[in-house]
């Protein structure tokens, strides 16, 4: 079956403090993995997308790693802001005739000064 | 200003009622979707539509109905159908069926 795990569920961390989300999928055949911020009560936003062939991707103070092996991916996300409070979640594209989007569930991110 | 549009931000629903969730786009695309989430849940598709006059269901269409008559629009109606409709809708749109897609703010629907 054609899944999305993301961990942990929910995470709070104090402001200027790194942090590390995980994705895991059985998604196949494998596409793309993108990372989405999507703050409350708000559209999800692309953070960063990632091919086959791709390791490693930043956008700023985020930074998405991906190990198409193990089928993981992370997030990690450096010196952290209020701003960043918001789910992160880990969307897989399959490689189909339509290219199917999976969504894993999302990763609660609160940031406490 | 580009981008996608949702209305309203907030819509209630009484019993047996049918209510219409909008989608407008200016960024010329031409594939748009709609999605459903749930708390605790990834988002599901509901419907998708790559092209105009043309539109194929998602995983759970079920209680669910769309029309894609203009390339900006992409309107879902809940009907009566849909026994548990409460939740936040998404609508999203892409240059094509393969491309990065981008979210609308969203709609919370909310059963009387």
């Known amino acids: 079956k054609n899944q999305v795990e993301q961990s942990p569920q929910s995470l709070i961390i104090l402001e200027g403090k790194n942090c590390t989300l995980q994705c895991n999928y059985t998604v196949s055949p494998f596409s793309n993995l993108r990372w989405y911020k999507q703050d409350t009560g708000r559209g999800p936003v692309s953070l960063t997308i990632m091919t086959f062939s791709e390791n490693t991707k930043s956008n700023g103070r985020y930074t998405a790693t991906l190990d198409a092996d193990t089928k993981q991916s992370s997030l990690h996300i450096t010196a952290s802001q209020l701003s960043d409070s918001a789910s992160y979640i880990c969307?897989?594209?399959?490689?189909?005739?339509?290219?199917?989007?999976?969504f894993g569930p999302g990763t609660s991110l609160s940031v406490i000064p | 200003d580009g981008g996608i549009t949702q209305s309203p931000k907030y819509l209630f629903r009484k019993e047996g009622q049918n209510v219409t969730l909008s989608c407008e786009q200016n960024l010329n695309h031409d594939a748009m979707y709609w999605y459903r989430q749930d708390p605790g849940q990834g988002l599901r598709l509901i419907y998708y539509s790559q092209i105009v006059n043309d539109f194929q269901k998602g995983d759970i269409a079920e209680g669910y109905s769309v029309s894609r008559e203009k390339k900006e629009s992409f309107p879902l109606t809940v009907t009566s159908a849909q026994k548990n409709p409460t939740a936040f809708y998404l609508c999203?749109?892409?240059?094509?069926?393969?491309?990065?897609?981008?979210f609308g703010p969203g709609t919370r629907l909310l059963v009387l």
């Open positions: 999203a749109s892409s240059l094509g069926g393969k491309e990065t897609q981008y």
């Open positions: 969307v897989v594209r399959m490689k189909t005739s339509y290219d199917k989007v999976i």
